[in-house]
């Protein structure tokens, strides 16, 4: 209740202290999105060649991923800029399987001298405000934000593996992002802070919001994420800092859990990136509360007895000369002693306004605890073209 109530009496002051004396102006409204197309293959050892990428090709695929939004947003006579965002996943996106259209992203907004204030789903100021080798990776996203997932055989047990570069509990185990309402200073003298509050990481728009709604143990409730970031450009040489939080309790769901005892989720990430003239280093670390992901502690003392925190930590190099970009992503992962690691390189050209190819290559490998599990590694290449518009 004191997180509820810390929210709502943050986004009252806000709006209190930017009432709107009235606008002339009219809502502006626009439309735009993005389309991506990608040719995947895949190079593995012959134990994780049992599956096709397709009904009819072993080792590539045609990808493909689309996105439609519209942005409202109007200003009051006062300086408000306020309005809202409904971001739209098309039956084109056939990642991770089909499905029919969704909403991605939806929230409002309003931002004056005091700040922003977003409220809906969107992602949390632990996502947004990070820094780390995706920030400024080519290609196809980097080590720690690429698609190469699709076009290979993670193996079984493949969700006990961190293959990301964020902490948990800023999104809905859903395809939308959950609800939760987020703020975000001004800066000041290059520092800038952020905090979300998520009621629940299930309650997103795919899932019905009333009585005796079911409880999912891979979620978290009243989850609060937080970043602070220092950002400073000096001549030729630019500077970006992030520490990011989160906390959340777990929920305990007597159906699973009826043996074990479920843990709150906490964890930390910092970042740093470095850039001069046309070259961009960094990375990042991430820790998490060993605990939080075991959903049975009781039932399954294996997994409690080998449970440590997990961590995560990134690292890279970009360069980019005019329309043409390059760089070498680096992810490393621990969960639940189960290891993965990636580098990913990748290159983009943009080809024409809006419009841009690239090409990254993954080198892979995922090691698990379970000595009776064979190793897991390989290459994919991911070839496609971005359309933004």
Known sequence: MKKIALSSALLAGFLASTAVAGSTAPVMVGVGGAADFQAGFRSQKDAYKTNNLTQNQKNMALG?????????????????????????????????????????????????????????????????MKVDASSFAHGNGGA????????????????????SGDLAGSKSMGKEEARKISYYSPRFSGVQFGLSYTPDTANN???EVGTNVAMSPRNFKDVLSAGLTYSQQMDQ???????????GKSIHNAATDTAGKSHDLSGYALGVSMNYANVTFGGSYGSMNKKAFLVDLGANATAAANAKNVTYWTAGVAYEQGPVGASVTYLNSDYQRNKFTNVAFGVDYKLAPGMMPYAELSSFTYKSNDKSVKKNSGTAVVVGTSLTF
Do not use: C
């Open 64 to 128: 493909g991923d689309a996105k439609v939004y519209v942005k409202a947003m109007g200003k009051a006579d006062n300086g408000l800029t306020y309005g809202g965002v409904l971001q739209l996943n098309t039956t084109a996106n056939n990642r991770g399987g089909s499905y029919s259209s969704n909403f991605d992203r939806t929230y409002l907004f309003v931002e004056s001298m005091f700040g922003r204030v977003e409220m809906g789903g969107n992602k949390d100021v632990a996502n947004t």
């Open 144 to 163: 720690s934000n690429s698609d190469f997932e699709t076009y290979i055989n993670a193996g079984t047990g493949a969700d006990t593996y961190w293959v």
């Open 205 to 207: 728009g795919m899932n």
């Open 237 to 247: 040489m630019k500077f970006d800092m992030s520490l990011t939080g989160v906390s």
